[in-house]
């Protein structure tokens, strides 16, 4: 029989997501594992892979539509698999509705089965099947890690298997596991380089445009709560970094190689003066575009910025870049926030989803590798701050655990310091509304 | 529909239902003296479902006995005519008025072998009508099944097929003890190839009517050709179905249903009788003990009679037991992950 493609839940309050574009065609083959479309939810943009490999039949849902949870999205049959009319057309006619009108775009397509699906979220230990569970026992594996695709998240058997094959697929290219302070630098991970410019997104507004610059490990789908957080019409340019959400995969020689990138993005990007935000890495970054474009940055805003000592959580980045599974990461994604509990189970279960491919990680950790060597930044941009000429203002947590908000002194007298109590390293994330806030009354003067 | 008994090689002819049970009689009464009928109306009359038919011409009254029109005093004589070396087949004309017979039934078939230490048997034969859709509205339609099933000392069949009503009388005859069987009256008038001469069919033996991978349907009686239609529909869509005739309700052919959902990972049981406490959350019960448990993929779904007596109205009597539709929905339900 058919396997049923549904639109996944990948976050704790995720009722619906959008269906972005389809990779594959009505009939054509698929390969599990292979990317097969790709959604937008309310908070993240992802590629989701087939659930199985062979023909994909009886498409549902169009690229732009709102689909509930749960909901199938079409069917991939076995190669040789007689087709046979859609199943289900009861519930499949709720949802393969024509391609709304904008204005309706954002309307749930919502069957009896999603609407349950979007209620519960599990509370403790996830819910499976009992085949599940055994299957789990029996290979081994935390149910925590593994994502459930029945109803209410209920992990299915075959959520398991897919979870035990893609281990099994995982091991051969990740050898044993490299020290995080490697006395020698590890040989690098075998990956294939792409080409290409960054990936920009943009949202469209009024006045000068907002440019966002992720930190390292995220992508711009992170900027997502802050984004809901400011003027709605305030428009928003985007980059993605390489090896990051959408950018290609480039291997990069050092910071000045990551920057003369984004400055070309930026080039590329950018109509006249922005207002210039960075996160993190992205703050190194945007303190580096600042630096190289003074004269079309109106303000600039760094957040948590990296480059202003040596300092910064080595283990935690490397911990990050290279997890393989929700168990592995989890404990180093807490280190993001002020208090451990600041990252759900499902949190990191959907950061691990978009973390699936092992050239992602492996590419994200030999950047690692390159900015920040024996855990250390290899790049210092105090100089660069001093010679900014931008109204500029830093925004640290004070329980920020990655980069030390100690490093925020190093700034000249005209730069503003807000430490944000109750903080971690990703304000952003922690709270949009107080950093939205801030950098409103950043932007205005 | 293909009688599932049938073996290659014997002869077999085609029989309706009731002229199966009819012909199962007719050889028990040849091979065995100590074989009688008895009932309400089943001499000249031929039954009220005409299942006896003409029987009395051909073994005479004293093997085809008219009993008054008390369920209790004829159920009480064919106790004690068991008890003193005969084999009774008593029927009832409406399993629903076994309720009259309880006591006979129940507190005296059911316990003599026990209460005399294994000194006595009562080879009794309790061949019951049963089940909805006739019209016969609310006390003569119900599905006691459950109810006689809870009853240690008892064995009770469900013959979904013309081949099993006839192989089923057989073995019951063979049994040294009480056996009721339910013979549904939708099933009476059903054809289908039947094995010629004499053969039994197993108690306590469910048969895979429907061999398939994606969900296990348990069912009896009439349910299980509703379960094989659903089914057929449901293999249009890619949903392999795999449809079992529980055929006995006691005992209870727990390896052949544990081996199906350990295959499948998913349940559902379809009864006529009332869902709750009826046959099929036996099943659920009994699979959730098992070590099928750790097969399951699913919630295990039943599907059961509605928690009400039968209407008489046809549309609302439809409406109050399992029809295919509603197994095909639950089964898609099952394999879609919706429950």
New interface residues.
């Given amino acids: 029989?058919?396997v049923?493609v549904i639109m996944p839940k990948v976050d704790m309050d995720m009722a619906s997501g959008k269906l972005a574009v389809w990779h594959v065609e009505e009939g054509a083959t698929v390969k599990k594992g292979a990317a097969l479309f790709d959604i937008e939810t309310d908070k993240a943009a992802m590629e989701v892979e087939a659930p199985a490999s062979g023909r994909l039949h009886h498409i549902l849902a169009a690229p732009g539509q709102v689909i509930a949870v749960?909901a199938?999205l079409a069917f991939i049959?076995a190669e040789g698999?007689?087709v046979?009319?859609a199943?289900?057309v009861a519930s499949a006619a709720a949802t393969a509705t024509p391609e709304p009108a904008p204005a309706a775009a954002d309307a749930v397509v919502t069957t009896?089965?999603a609407a349950i699906a979007a209620v519960e979220v599990a509370n403790g230990t996830p819910r499976a099947?009992?085949?599940?569970?055994?299957l789990a026992r029996e290979a081994a594996i935390a149910l925590e890690s593994v994502i459930g695709?029945?109803?209410r998240q209920?992990i299915?058997?075959d959520d398991v298997e897919r979870e035990i094959a893609r281990r099994a697929a995982i091991k051969p290219a990740a050898p044993a596991p490299a020290p995080v302070y490697a006395a020698e630098p590890a040989a690098p991970a075998v990956w294939s380089e792409e080409s290409g410019d960054l990936h920009v997104t943009t949202r469209k507004g009024t006045g000068t445009p907002l440019l966002l610059i992720h930190g390292f490990a995220a992508d711009s789908a992170g900027w997502m709560a802050l984004e809901r957080a400011l003027p709605r019409d305030l428009p928003l340019i985007r980059i993605d970094l390489p090896g990051h959400g959408r950018s290609p995969r480039r291997r990069i020689a050092g910071f000045a190689d990551l920057a003369r990138l984004v400055v070309q993005a930026f080039d590329r990007a950018a109509e006249g003066p922005v207002h210039l935000l960075g996160h993190s890495l992205g703050g190194a970054l945007a303190l580096a575009l600042a630096d190289i474009r003074p004269r079309q940055i109106k303000t600039l805003t760094l957040l948590a910025p990296a480059g202003l000592g040596p300092e910064i959580d080595g283990a935690a980045l490397n911990g990050i870049a290279r997890a393989s599974a929700t168990e592995s990461l989890a404990p180093w994604l807490k280190r993001l926030t002020a208090r451990p509990d600041g990252i759900s189970h499902d949190f990191a279960k959907a950061a691990m989803l978009a973390r699936l491919d092992p050239d992602l990680r492996a590419v994200q950790s030999d950047m690692a590798r390159v900015l920040f060597p024996d855990g250390v930044q290899g790049f210092d941009l105090t100089a660069a701050l001093d010679r900014v000429t931008a109204p500029t203002a830093l925004i640290w947590g004070r329980d920020d655990h990655i980069l030390p908000w100690s490093q925020a002194l190093k700034a000249p007298g005209e730069v503003a310091l807000h430490l944000l109590r109750g903080v971690g390293h990703i304000p952003h994330i922690e709270d949009p509304e107080a950093l939205a806030s801030l950098i409103g009354r950043h932007l205005r003067p | 529909m293909n009688a599932q008994t049938a073996i290659p090689e014997v002869k077999t002819r085609e029989m309706s239902y009731a002229e199966a049970i009819r012909d199962a009689m007719a050889i028990a009464l040849e091979r065995d003296p100590t074989v009688i009928l008895m009932g309400e109306d089943i001499g000249v009359y031929g039954g009220a479902f005409q299942v006896t038919g003409d029987l009395v011409e051909r073994f005479g009254t004293d093997r085809v006995m008219d009993t008054p029109i008390s369920e209790l005093g004829g159920a009480g004589v064919a106790v004690g005519a068991a008890l003193t070396g005969l084999k009774p087949i008593f029927e009832f004309q409406f399993s629903d008025f076994a309720a009259l017979a309880m006591e006979q039934i129940v507190n005296q078939a059911a316990k003599m072998r026990y209460m005399l230490g294994g000194e006595a048997a009562v080879p009794l034969v309790f061949r019951m009508p049963a089940g909805s859709g006739t019209g016969a509205a609310a006390q003569h339609s119900q599905s006691f099944e459950a109810w006689f099933g809870h009853v240690p000392g008892l064995k009770v069949v469900q013959p979904s097929t013309p081949a099993d009503a006839k192989g089923l009388l057989l073995a019951a005859l063979e049994d040294p003890d009480p056996v009721i069987i339910f013979e549904h009256k939708l099933l009476y008038k059903m054809k289908a190839q039947v094995p010629e001469g004499y053969y039994t069919t197993p108690i306590g033996k469910a048969q895979i009517m429907r061999p398939g991978r994606?969900v296990t349907i348990v069912a009896s009686a009439i349910m299980v050709h509703r379960a094989l239609e659903a089914a057929e529909k449901l293999a249009?869509?890619?949903?392999?179905a795999e449809v079992i005739d529980l055929r006995s309700v006691r005992p209870i052919d727990r390896d052949t249903i544990i081996a199906s959902v350990r295959k499948t990972?998913r349940l559902l049981c379809v009864y006529e009788g009332v869902r709750t406490l009826g046959v099929g959350a036996e099943i659920s019960a009994m699979i959730a003990e098992s070590e099928a448990?750790?097969?399951?993929?699913?919630p295990i779904l039943r599907l059961g009679g509605a928690e009400a007596p039968i209407p008489y109205n046809p549309d609302l009597e439809r409406a109050a037991v399992p029809q295919a539709p509603a197994i095909e929905a639950a089964a898609?339900q099952l394999?879609?992950?919706?429950?």
């Avoid at chain 2, 249009?236 to 392999?240: A, E, L, T």
Wanted: charged fraction near 35%.
């Fill in positions: 029989m058919p049923e749960g199938p049959y698999e007689a046979g009319p199943p289900s009896p089965v099947t009992p085949v599940a569970r055994r695709s029945g109803p209920r299915q058997k | 994606d249009k869509d890619g949903i392999d990972g448990f750790d097969y399951l993929d699913a898609r394999v879609r992950r919706e429950v």
